[in-house]
């Protein structure tokens, strides 16, 4: 069984705001369900959460 963690526990509000299209990109293309409308409740496993944390760190260079 896997672990899934809530976006908003992970992610600061700050970085939703500044890559807001980023993570949705993200969860397009993982296919992963999310309401456009509250995307701190989104389920994340935790590599799935490392990944899009990797991509928000290479954005930020």
Do not use: C, S, W
């Not at 600061?12 to 890559?19: D, G, I, M, V």
């Amino acid at each position: 069984m896997q672990l899934t963690y809530r976006l908003g526990d992970v992610l600061t509000p700050e970085l939703f705001a500044r890559h807001d299209e980023l993570i949705r990109n993200f969860l397009v293309f993982e296919h992963i369900p999310f309401d456009a409308n509250n995307l701190p409740d989104t389920q994340l496993t935790e590599r799935k959460i490392r990944e899009l944390v990797e991509e928000i760190a290479a954005e930020q260079g």
